[in-house]
């Protein structure tokens, strides 16, 4: 397989997130006792697990290697790293714990997997080096919170391009310019994918090349689909855009919410567009709810036929923040003082304060508006110091000019 | 609005809420300078902020790893499949791309930053 005949040999020999591989290998040759475990986070094929073997293997440490999603149990884990944990290596020799897909860990958290590893971190005496390969950090925000972070992004086109042409002219195999392009477009930014793509069109010619390609059943992602949807000329495309992006109905209906809500659409039609997402999520929770999953294969004429009337060709481009932008501009913002009064409300609402302050919060300034001096009591009985009494006060300033 | 990865950049005054939003998605600020996103700071957010500040389009554009020119994107083959702020910042100039040995001038290139 050309995949591991040309596996680079040297971090030099990689391409693509050069500052993180300097950065990993300074990291690691200045490890001391004490410091901050390093996190690898990206996508797949983007050279996380080639860089720390490569790494460690210029700096003569041994990896433990673990992967994190298969291993899960406290148990089983002081089984393998138990030894480790305590002592150097039976001969001296340098030893770094590895443990892949940390982010598949929080998937169960119910056998002590995680809390064994947020231990680990802080008590180990060798280099802990983990992976993940979530784009989406949230599920991982303690470990990144107490680990040093390199991003691994997805390789660009043109590097991917030299790296397919260096091995196909060790191979002494001849594709033409426009053949490996088809090829590199296909692994989009998957070093692994294009290699391998390369290999089994290796003797092809670009006609061949491109009508297999071709051929391929063409599939959306989430972005691609929506980006395309928001842009359709016509009802026809527009489903087409839908019917092909490869998620979940649920994930589409977020999709849209959050796209839609992110946009600078007048006041009327963001309603209408609110209402037939609406309406295509009730749809989606009633057949999760009776089970009649054959339905779903209309969600996606449905909410196509149906958004696509409400929205201007253009006028929403894709978004994935959930919520409005103004919201969250202020939430960064004035984080603490939100923070602690959504903290407060939470318990006696029993949900999350991110729910709170998202959902219930401007009901709850609008009703409260109306007696500033209740107002100030009730948030001075939930233990607001001034500061954030202030930041509450404006909040409800800004939200009663918008009700008026 | 283009700006290249890495570089300084003014802004005109947007007030301080987006300048705070801007300094906690990790864009740089110098008095004198002006603003920078490193390679490593949260280019789809920085955009994202500007884009609403400005009110216009705002795209990060990478540099040549071998020769620090700004790249064309508008150019490239691979414009449209290419989401430059969700890869990685660097990239290889048309130039340096038509060189038969890339590759190695690439590598070189590396190698002479890592020593």
Not at chain 1, 100 to 122: A, K, P, S, T
Not at chain 1, 129 to 139: C, H, R, S, T
Not at chain 1, 212 to 226: A, H, M, N, Q, V
Not at chain 1, 390 to 397: D, H, Q, R
Request: hydrophobic share 40%; aromatic share 10%; net charge positive.
């Amino acid at each position: 397989m050309w995949v591991e005949k040309y596996r680079p040999k040297s971090i030099e020999s990689m391409v693509g997130n050069e500052e993180s591989r300097i950065e990993f290998l300074n990291w690691l040759k200045d490890w001391k006792k004490g410091s901050k475990p390093a996190l690898l986070i990206g996508a797949p094929g983007t050279g996380k697990t080639t860089l720390l073997h490569l790494t460690s293997k210029k700096l003569s440490y041994n990896v433990i290697e673990l992967n994190a999603s298969d291993v899960r149990t406290k148990e089983k884990m002081m089984q393998k790293l138990g030894p480790v944990l305590s002592s150097k290596g039976l001969f001296g020799e340098k030893l770094l714990i590895f443990l892949d897909e940390v982010d598949g860990m929080y998937d169960r958290q119910d056998r002590g997997g995680i809390e064994f590893v947020e231990e680990l971190i802080e008590s180990s005496l060798v280099p802990i080096v983990m992976a993940a390969n979530l784009e989406d950090d949230k599920k991982i925000i303690k470990l990144i919170r107490k680990s040093r972070v390199f991003r691994f992004r997805r390789i660009p086109p043109r590097l991917v391009e030299i790296y397919v042409e260096n091995i196909l002219k060790k191979e002494g195999v001849k594709l033409s310019k426009e053949s490996i392009r088809l090829m590199v477009r296909e692994s989009k930014g998957d070093m692994r994918a294009a290699i391998n793509t390369a290999q089994s069109f290796s003797g092809l010619s670009t006609e061949e090349i491109s009508s297999i390609i071709s051929s391929r059943d063409l599939t959306y992602s989430l972005r691609e689909g929506f980006e395309n949807f928001f842009n359709a000329d016509s009802q026809e495309k527009a489903y087409e855009a839908l019917r092909i992006c490869d998620a979940m109905p649920r994930d589409k209906v977020r999709l849209a919410y959050t796209s839609v809500i992110n946009s600078n659409l007048s006041e009327d039609k963001l309603i209408k567009a609110l209402e037939k997402i609406g309406e295509a999520d009730e749809i989606v929770k009633m057949i999760g709810k009776t089970q009649e999953w054959r339905l779903l294969r209309y969600f996606d004429r449905l909410l196509a036929y149906s958004l696509f009337k409400a929205l201007p060709k253009g006028a929403v481009s894709y978004s994935e923040d959930d919520m409005p932008w103004d919201l969250k501009v202020r939430m960064w913002n004035e984080s603490k003082a939100l923070r602690d009064t959504g903290k407060s409300l939470s318990k006696f609402l029993h949900t999350s304060s991110r729910e709170v302050l998202s959902t219930f919060m401007p009901y709850l300034l609008v009703i409260l508006s109306k007696d500033k001096g209740s107002m100030e009591r009730f948030f001075r009985l939930l233990g607001l110091d001034d500061s954030s009494l202030k930041v509450i006060m404006k909040e409800t300033e800004r939200i009663s000019i918008k009700v008026r | 609005m283009i700006v290249a990865i890495g570089e300084w950049f003014k802004l005109p005054r947007l007030g301080r809420e987006f300048f705070i939003s801007l300094m906690k998605a990790g864009l740089m600020y110098d008095k004198s300078k002006g603003f920078k996103a490193e390679a490593n700071t949260d280019l789809i957010k920085i955009s994202s902020i500007l884009k609403r500040a400005l009110g216009e389009d705002f795209e990060f554009v990478p540099k040549c790893f071998t020769c620090n020119s700004i790249i064309d994107c508008y150019s490239c083959a691979y414009y449209l499949i290419c989401d430059v702020k969700s890869l990685t910042p660097n990239c290889l100039c048309d130039n340096c791309m038509s060189n038969e040995d890339a590759f190695a001038i690439y590598s070189n290139a590396l190698m002479k930053k890592m020593s």
